[in-house]
């Protein structure tokens, strides 16, 4: 079935830098886009979330982009630190009336001091 | 904010046994409530998306006579694993949905079948 993916497994930053997570999805009926966080043995925190009739959104620290040309959503996080790493997942909404939920792979994120 | 309530957080259980994990909207009635599972160092998989006083719905794969849930009211969902066994070993997570698009997502179970 379709599924959301992302592309990058791993990433390594320095505490103070930038943080790039992308995401790619293959629904196209999708309309709701949501980024969680979730560390070491504990559920998924919402981080941000954006719809498809837009194609971007800012929260405090991160910002989510959406492209729907080519089916790409990537969470930038700002001044990243430590306390940012995580294992980091996007979400898709299947669209119309079908409000569960499809996870991509996750990107493991280490922020190093 | 919207709270969901996860129990037990940990639990090992023998081989055979049968366990139950309650899902609980504490101050928010969620009529929709969806369970997931997740293997180490993977994604969260949906299992069933479990809507109050009706069946569950259950993802492709998925046994509904080994992994029963209930959602008897508006406030609680409970799945049971039944006759476990060590490929069950997982960390089991609900979320409740709270409207519209909107979803809270419990703390997670960590059930450990020896």
């Known amino acids: 079935g379709e599924n959301v993916g992302l592309h990058l497994p791993t990433l390594s930053v320095q505490e103070g830098d930038n943080s790039i997570i992308n995401c790619a999805y293959s629904?196209?009926?999708?309309?709701?886009f949501i980024w969680y966080k979730q560390e070491s043995g504990k559920g998924p925190q919402f981080i941000i979330d954006?719809?498809?009739?837009?194609d971007k959104r800012q929260g405090q620290r991160v910002t989510v982009l959406l492209n729907k040309t080519v089916k790409h959503l990537s969470l930038q996080i700002a001044a990243t630190q430590p306390g940012d790493s995580a294992v980091y997942f996007c979400?898709?909404?299947?669209?119309?009336?079908?409000?569960?939920?499809?996870f991509g792979k996750g990107t493991l994120l280490t922020v190093n001091p | 904010g919207a709270v969901v309530s996860q129990h037990p957080s940990r639990v090992i259980c023998k081989s055979g046994t049968s366990v139950k994990i309650e899902c609980r909207s504490l101050?928010?009635?969620?009529?929709?409530m969806f369970w997931y599972r997740q293997f180490p160092k993977q994604s969260l998989m949906l299992m069933a998306t479990?809507?109050?006083?009706?069946?569950?719905?259950?993802e492709q794969g998925v046994e509904k006579d080994k992994f029963l849930i209930n959602h008897a009211s508006l406030t609680l969902s409970t799945l049971t694993v039944t006759s476990a066994h060590p490929e069950d070993s997982s960390f089991y997570i609900c979320s409740a949905g709270t409207g519209g698009t909107g979803y809270t997502f419990g703390s997670g179970t960590r059930l450990t079948v020896v």
């Open positions: 954006i719809r498809s009739n837009m």
């Open positions: 479990s809507n109050e006083g009706s069946k569950a719905t259950y």
């Open positions: 629904n196209s009926a999708s309309d709701y």
């Open positions: 101050d928010f009635q969620a009529t929709t």
């Open positions: 979400a898709e909404n299947g669209g119309g009336s079908n409000y569960k939920l499809t």
